[in-house]
């Protein structure tokens, strides 16, 4: 079991950056892969990066649409991951979540996740 905690979200300018944080309540790097997905008004919620368990770095996996601007990463020592996004456009807003899945495959799949936070909102303006 894990709870999940995201911050970091705002309302940014298109061009603009956001680093959304999400913290766990235990150790994520040998056991957990680590998500982050995005849900806008009326739209399925979708993948937007994640990045395997690992005792390093892990390997990260991208959605295209966010690919080049978008940066996960996750720091061991302290329990987060961390989303760096740039370039932001208007698409990009919506609820963001952090996810846990106890396996290292299909990252890209929602259904992989066993474990949720409540979600940042991320509202990019024109």
């Known amino acids: 079991q894990v709870q999940l905690v995201e911050s970091g979200g705002g309302l940014v300018q298109a061009g603009g950056s956001l680093r959304l944080s999400c913290a766990a309540s235990?150790?994520?790097?040998?056991?957990?892969?680590m998500g982050w997905f995005r849900q806008a008004p009326g739209k399925e919620r979708e993948f937007v990066a994640a990045?395997?368990?690992?005792?390093?770095?892990?390997?990260?996996y991208y959605a295209a649409s966010v690919k080049g601007r978008f940066a996960i990463s996750r720091d061991n020592a302290k329990n987060t991951v961390q989303l760096q996004m740039n370039s932001l456009e208007p698409e990009d807003t919506g609820l963001y979540f952090c996810?846990?899945?106890?396996?290292?495959?299909?990252?890209?799949?929602?259904?992989?996740?066993?474990?949720w936070g409540q979600g940042t909102q991320v509202t990019v303006s024109s």
């Open positions: 990045i395997s368990m690992g005792t390093t770095s892990g390997t990260a």
């Open positions: 996810a846990a899945s106890r396996g290292n495959f299909n990252l890209e799949n929602r259904d992989r996740y066993a474990y």
């Open positions: 235990r150790r994520t790097d040998s056991v957990y892969g």
